[in-house]
């Protein structure tokens, strides 16, 4: 492998220049990074069942200090805040286990036991994220599992915290939104060994971890490398509107197909005014369409249904929050947030799409479209998982 040097003067010149873009002064991220912290585990490095290190809590110390001349300075900032690892009460009965895998787990407090939201991507993951929680919280039953989409790190380690049998003997309700098993197969079994391989050119999880290296994937660190499982659903959302009530907790769902992923749902806790965004809005531009591959995303639906989301529940809301990253709070701000991602996104589709008629190739299109001001001076707008350039070729091949 090619050992890191020190940076060029070209890099240096290049970084300088991305540093003087950047609203540095805005630390708000950092106050809800940190906000309703309860407790990191004493247990840093989760094993599998072999012994061998599947996730690393201190594998990215390293970025507890100053930015070096090696790394792009909003990724760097990026990454310092995805390495604020522990457990975190989002609301009075409601917490996520953050740092533990690319995704984020959360779990809500019923009346008799606790519903489970998206539980990482692999089970030995999963399994060490819900045993700090029930280390603070005491031992719950899980009631209910949810799958808020079909993408392998939302449902991969199930089996991490509950079994078949949970399942099979009516115990533990698996809720996911129509259509999650045929595109959770087709993206992970048809073309799962390619996409397997190509997840890990994108997520960089081989290159060696430093200030000259592996810094982050911008959605999360990285991927853990333990095992993936799946618990098929027992109990589709079908419809916008569906409500369920799980352990004396209500629940509001809203359907959003062909979003961030196929098959994919956003819902609404009535009694906590919090809002669960899945994977639809995330502190960061989104893939339209994936390095790793996966189905073209449709930008102009993506945006739509963040209009409905608004237009449902906006006008109530305490947090918002989804299984990647951290919270908002206050409904000035919930709302702010998710106006700007639905912006970001209906941009990019508008702009291209004008293009497109005014004969440019998607290339050139690329080469040129930018964001307007209001979206670049936004943290949760910049390109750190996704990027205009690669978002606008996306556009241009979608149609």
Known sequence: MTSFSAATDATRRAIGEAAQALPLQDRQDFEDAERGFVAKSTQRQIRAADGRVVWDLDGYAFLDGPVPDTANPSLWRQSQLLIKDGLFEVVPGIYQVRGYDLSVMTLVEGETGVIVIDPLLTKETAAAAFALYTEHRGARPVVAMIYTHSHIDHFGGVKGIIT????????????????????????????????????????????????????????????????????????????????????GVPLVFQVTPGTEAPSEMNFYFPDHGALCMAENTTHTLHNILTIRGAVVRDAHAWAHYITETLALWGADLDVVFASHHWPTWGRERAVEYLALQRDMYLYLHDQTLRMINQGYVGSEIAETLQLPPALEEAWHTRGYYGSVSHNVKAVYQRY
């Open 164 to 247: 078949e049998e949970d399942v099979t003997s009516g115990r533990v309700p698996v809720i996911a939104p129509e259509g999650f098993m045929e595109h959770a197969i087709a993206e992970n079994v048809f073309v799962g060994t390619a996409m397997g391989r190509r997840a890990g050119y994108m997520y960089g999880a081989a290159v060696p971890k430093g200030p000259a290296g592996q810094i982050g994937a911008g959605l999360g660190q990285t991927t853990s490398t333990g095992e993936a499982t799946l618990i098929p659903p027992t109990l589709d959302i079908t419809h916008t509107g569906q409500e369920l009530t799980l352990d």
